[in-house]
């Protein structure tokens, strides 16, 4: 009886697999290829080592964009300050400029008129660029999910690499979160860009719908847009 | 104010609402009563004529807050008026409109304050003001369709929002000079949150400026509309004025309940509420002390830590009473949740250590920041809130303070244990950026001077009546119509709750009325032809936390 | 007036230890251009040091912080991560920039600075060029840097940008000439302009005091142009209480908000190499350059460097941001009318005396 049962070992290997898919999007993972890497073969030693390097000055210091949207963007000052001082990690540098950071973190309930300007913000700053959730209202709009203005997380409108659980989380959950990140992003894994439910769109390249055409007077075929199907929301 | 005085009666000192009908004469169509006052319902068309009336004969100065609302049958606005020298005076004014036309008069011209009123009940209700001199949405983006407290409003229609660069609305209107249109906001260091603000720049003076808000609507009244009194509301409170100063929120809505299901607090309770609100003040005048020295110093220096490893202190003290570090939901219907945690001595030791050392830490501050010349060229003088405007704009709290307005309703309109405790009311009269600080800081000490008396007070509480909560129905469901409107002091000024309630044991209308909302209003006052930079300091001073502007 | 004795520099050093005279002029210019790589790296090692490091921990000292410390000893390998991090950045160039200039602008921020340290004596006969002219070189090449801001406000097409290097530029010009009116009441004490007299004059005993001599560093010789200098100094450096051209809370961060990656690491540097250049300016000519006991003269140097460098780190965590206008009215209402009281006075005094 005993040769029918599946080793253990093997069921835990292949759930990591699709874990692994799961995140990567299954296939070789082919986020760092360069001409010089496939002039070379797959693998080749110094690259490895080249791309772990990379990973461990990725993982190692990160730029702070100076972001704050609600109850927990005061949380996250108290995790810049005294107490829990987060620059121990190498992470506490607040940059005022999108251009300049390197992880944005979204300390709040994002908004049908925020979410635009969220995504700018985002698409702002320079590659490679990571996302941390703080709270549940960043996770799935929280507390406030039912209201006719809140966006159902900010995941619907920009790819999250870490959500942080909490109302607000406490500075030690956030310290948690962003040194899991680090770990993350030292491994060589980060999340895959998705295309999200909300995305800018001209305005003249929407469907015509009935909601489209009693707003063509007042807004411009060339102004960006952000459409909300709320119906479609989770 | 000798105008008052006729409409006093002189043996209780109460309001001689009759005097007042009776000044108002042929405006009134009809009177109605609601639990903290009476009031006048009047015309649409009438509206100005009869809040003139009030406010230069009957000498209501203060437009403390308008209700917008929609009935089966109508559109209501109710203006609730207050006289900043005594609030326990106050009148309301009803104004019903159709519902095929909803088309009420405007009060803008009265007081500028109903200006920001009348958006928001544009935007959120339908209501359309006539005579309105700006009449757009205020918190939801302009392409919005419909209106959101309507009764007919589907939720689950699609939205578009736009994302446009904005025009420059100074262009072609200025005759010397060029001038630059440019975003503050809503993702910049200095707005505090998501706030947007639309300035226009003549060179580094500030021509034109326009703070956009709604980027932090949470539908927070909606919220409130859908829980029921006696728990689910709670937990909203706390994330108003986000800025730890949750249980004075809370406050806010205990307050407005217990009038209207009249319902009474023991008074063991109203001690641990009144400690642990002004435990609450001390930490939200320190952030506000923290960030305004951001603005003026520029980065995260020492000032701001020093500030933020004060608050992380009352926050451990808070967190021990109420188990949570920000969102305490710690008041209940009639009472608190719980007793001061055992070992009673260790919190009390707590708090002990922690008011021992303040003084040493607010002389530190004095220190560095009030006496610093550099910080005096930067804010004396600058971003002057004139009291007249103040009171026209219906600022409150530390900024009408810092202007002389002797206002706060923990002395005027007495609710808690503070008549009992030995305290002042600051006011400065600098009307500007220094004193609003100045103000903020001496409230501190004022805070910390109050719960020493009520740690005092709780040491020597006898054992066996120690009871934090009174009974309180499971359900409640106050009786159909019933309307009330009740305010406490916030950490920012009048926090109004106005709760209509249906029969049912959730509210029909929840209204907030927010003292940020009203203390931004002012922005534009006192920040044109300044400078940037006292833009941003004179913003930081009005001390507003977003998610109360936006709720 | 004192002759121009060119005293021996760097490359000439570099020449006789490894024989590189003997190939003419060729040689020369190896032995000019390995001096110059020296001093550049020493200058650029320093400003690792104190960008990604120093002044994060100084402001954690400052701020009951810790700071940087898990990457490695101290933190210190913080440095190379930040540093290649950075490096390794998408460069982003945001529609409309204006481009040469704005390529530009960040490599004329860092080089201007990096030129200055050619004319600056370390000590320990590391001096790369010492003209006759030294100082007013010094001078001349610092505020190039000027230029360099505005071409990276003017070309960003960010109205952010635009405003911060119109504050740099109008402060810069502001303080120019106090900073260099003050600098010449040194020259008038010394007769010349040459670095090397400069240092060699103050290396003369002032006063001896129970056997400990004092050095006539004209910092304490003059106290009066010694602050004059340093406020003027750190306004041209844009440094607290004059960060207006960058001021976060209000510009975002002035010229260089639209700047990622490369660009912002030259501008990152440039403000360093700025810090420095200014810190030594101030140890030439007013804390007796190289000189101090003990230890070689270049350590001292690089000690009075640091100490300057401490004092803006200092000065950025105590005092509030002055608002534009208020730095104009002090640049030119106070600062420039000390300055010429302070150059006419000293004038009259080295005249009476000698």
Redesign the interface.
Known sequence: MSGDITPQPSADEDVQRATTDARMGGGTDDRFNSPLRQALGTSPFILTKFDRFMNWVRGSSMFMLQFGIACCSLEMMHTYAVKHDLDRFGAGVPRASPRQADVIIIPGTIVSKFAPRMKRVYDQMPEPKFVVNMGSCSISGGPFQEGYNVVKGAEEVIPVDIHVPGCPPRPEALVYGVAKLQDQVRAGESSPVVVKPYELEKFGDLERDELVDRLAERIDEDDLVMRYNWADSP | MSVTEPLTDTETGELDYDAIFEILGDHIIDRESHVHTEAAVVRPDEVQSTLRILREDAGFDHLSCVVSQEYRDRFESVYYLKTYDDPTQEFGVVVPTSRDEPKSQTATGVYETAGWHEREAYDLVGIEYEGHPDLRRILLPESWMGHPLGLDYDQDRPQIVEYREHENPLEGHVEEGETMFINIGPHHPATHGVLHLRVVLDGEQVADLDPDLGYLHRCEEQCCQSGTYRHQIMPYPDRWDYASAGILNEWAYARTAENLADLDVPEYAQILRTMSAELCRICSHMLALGTFCLDIYGDFTAIFMYAMRDRERVQNILEELTGQRMMFNYFRLGGVVWDIPEPRQEFFDLVWDFLDELPAAIDEYHDLITTNEVFQTRTVNTGILEPDVAKQYGCTGPVARASGIDYDLRRDDPYGYYEELDWEVITEDGCDNYSRLLVRMQEVEESAKIIEQCIELLEEWPEDEREIQSNVPRTLKPDPDTETYRAVEGAKGELGIYIRSDGTDKPARFKIRSPCYHNLSVLPEIAEGEYVADMIASLGSLDIILGEVDR | MGGGVAAVVFPDLIDEWTGLSEFGLGGEFVAAFIAAFVIGNLMMIMTALAG?WAK?KI??A??????????GPY?L??I???A??LL?????VPDGVDRPAWDLGPLIVASSALLGFAFIPFGSGVHLADPETGLIWVFAIASIASVGLVMCGYASNN??SL?GGLRAVAQNVAYEIPLILTGISVVIFVGSLQMSEIVAAQSQELISIAGVSIPMWFAILNPFAFVLFLAANFAEIGR??F??PE???????GY??????VY?VLIYLGEFLHIFLGAAIIATIFLGGPAGPVLPGIVWFLIKLWAVFLLTQWI???????????VLVFGWKLLLVGAFLNLILTAVIVGVIT
């Open positions: 990604p994060r402001t954690a400052f701020t009951d912080r810790i700071a940087v410390n898990r990457v933190g390998l913080i190379p991560a930040d290649v991090r390794s950045k998408e460069l982003i109205k952010y405003l607290n209480p960060d207006t001021a976060p809370t209000e510009i975002i961060a260089q908000t639209e700047y990622s990656s912002f950025r965590s105590a005092m509030p941001r002055f608002r534009i206008d208020q």
